[in-house]
């Protein structure tokens, strides 16, 4: 079970009491506690952290960026996921002509924003990861798509 939702329940919260005490959106939640989220910045760990009174080191593993444990073999799940978050992307490239995005949308980095929910998500088709980070964090999209670039240098060297 998710650590969210167990610390949740275990303090009889609903997702809408953990929301309003955190300031963190409740579908949000509900996309952290259901596995569709798996990254998350400081900032929110520090906001479910406060909210479940508990520390915010206690929230590190869901950056571990697995959805199965299927040995490299991606699920109907990841499938899934990878076919939406392309499309959405390719829709907003469609209705945003920024070049920075379409580089990282050819390289398999697949960006784009959700004003319902003020966040940018960034998904890694090589990993089958997807990030949400926070609407004033178009930076940490490129940061993390150029830290999955440089760690894939030393495999590009060897192949060629």
């Not at 079970?1 to 009889?12: G, I, S």
């Not at 697995?66 to 829709?91: C, F, M, V, W, Y």
């Not at 980095?109 to 949400?132: L, N």
């Not at 760690?151 to 060897?158: D, E, V």
């Amino acid at each position: 079970m998710n650590k969210v939702k167990q610390l949740r329940e275990e303090r009889d919260m609903t997702q809408a009491e953990l929301s309003e005490l955190s300031g963190i959106a409740q579908d949000r939640i509900s996309r952290i506690e259901s596995g569709k989220i798996l990254t998350i910045q400081a900032k929110t760990k520090q906001r479910l952290a406060f909210a479940l009174k508990v520390d915010a080191s206690y929230f590190d593993e869901i950056d571990d960026g697995s959805l199965s444990d299927n040995h490299g073999i991606p699920t109907k799940i990841q499938i899934d996921q990878h076919k939406t978050a392309k499309e959405t992307a390719r829709n907003y490239l469609q209705n945003h002509n920024d070049s920075r995005l379409q580089y990282l949308f050819r390289l398999g980095f697949y960006a784009y924003f959700v004003p319902e929910d003020q966040t940018w998500y960034v998904y890694d088709s090589r990993k089958f990861q997807i990030h949400a980070l926070e609407d004033d964090a178009f930076n940490d999209v490129m940061n993390i798509a150029e830290n999955a670039l440089i760690a894939l240098i030393p495999t590009l060297i060897q192949q060629y």
